[in-house]
């Protein structure tokens, strides 16, 4: 229409009311030789989870289906720079019970552009998660969120998450900008659709 946004992603609307966090992701050797350093600065023990994320055209930001295997499911729509240093992440989340039912429902309305399948081991310090994931056809990385409170600046959580990779020991150079689908885009390695028909797979 005349007067509206220009296509693409230059420059993102801001929603309302959305939860933050800031984000650092690093490709490291292997998700069991980064276990104990990880594990140190943990309150707790892992969780760990099964993860299978499709991905949906969306033109105001990313859009994906979480399935976690076990009949539970996450819509997660979100907004986030590409860079390789901590960035804010603006997003919202729907809980799903019928997974399988919703992204055949999205990949009809918008269509799929990728597909996402990890392991992760969710650790807990603070405000802040750490995951090891191991991603199909990529490998292993350490993710770090800090979760922002209402009202915390997102150079309050930058400072916490790069004190967090000073005591990991995470080399800059390791640091990646975009996410687990674009390097999977890049490297043409996206896995298989999942089938359809619902949640009975």
């Given at each position: 229409m005349p007067g509206g946004p220009a296509p693409g992603r230059a420059a993102l609307p801001r929603i309302a009311a959305m939860a933050r966090n800031v984000e650092i992701k690093a490709r490291i050797d292997s998700v069991e030789a980064w276990l104990p350093r990880v594990r140190a600065l943990a309150d707790g023990a892992a969780e760990a989870l099964a993860q299978d994320d499709?991905?949906?055209?969306?033109a105001n930001g990313r859009l994906k289906l979480r399935d976690f295997g076990d009949g539970r499911g996450q819509l997660i729509f979100y907004q986030r720079p590409?860079?390789?240093?901590?960035?804010?992440s603006r997003?919202?989340?729907?809980?799903?019970a019928h997974p399988g039912e919703l992204r055949d429902t999205l990949a009809a309305a918008l269509g799929v552009i990728g597909r996402v399948v990890k392991r992760r081991l969710v650790f807990r310090r603070g405000r802040t998660r750490l995951h090891l994931d191991r991603v199909d056809g990529l490998g292993d990385f350490l993710e770090l969120e800090v979760v922002l409170g209402e009202g915390q600046t997102t150079e309050a959580g930058m400072a916490i998450a790069e004190e967090l990779c000073s005591r990991l020991g995470m080399d800059a150079a390791s640091r990646l900008a975009g996410a687990y689908r674009d390097l999977l885009e890049?490297?043409?390695?996206?896995?298989a659709a999942p089938p359809g028909g619902g949640d009975g797979a």
């Amino acid at each position: 229409m005349p007067g509206g946004p220009a296509p693409g992603r230059a420059a993102l609307p801001r929603i309302a009311a959305m939860a933050r966090n800031v984000e650092i992701k690093a490709r490291i050797d292997s998700v069991e030789a980064w276990l104990p350093r990880v594990r140190a600065l943990a309150d707790g023990a892992a969780e760990a989870l099964a993860q299978d994320d499709t991905f949906f055209a969306c033109a105001n930001g990313r859009l994906k289906l979480r399935d976690f295997g076990d009949g539970r499911g996450q819509l997660i729509f979100y907004q986030r720079p590409d860079a390789p240093g901590p960035k804010e992440s603006r997003y919202r989340i729907h809980e799903t019970a019928h997974p399988g039912e919703l992204r055949d429902t999205l990949a009809a309305a918008l269509g799929v552009i990728g597909r996402v399948v990890k392991r992760r081991l969710v650790f807990r310090r603070g405000r802040t998660r750490l995951h090891l994931d191991r991603v199909d056809g990529l490998g292993d990385f350490l993710e770090l969120e800090v979760v922002l409170g209402e009202g915390q600046t997102t150079e309050a959580g930058m400072a916490i998450a790069e004190e967090l990779c000073s005591r990991l020991g995470m080399d800059a150079a390791s640091r990646l900008a975009g996410a687990y689908r674009d390097l999977l885009e890049a490297a043409g390695a996206f896995p298989a659709a999942p089938p359809g028909g619902g949640d009975g797979a």
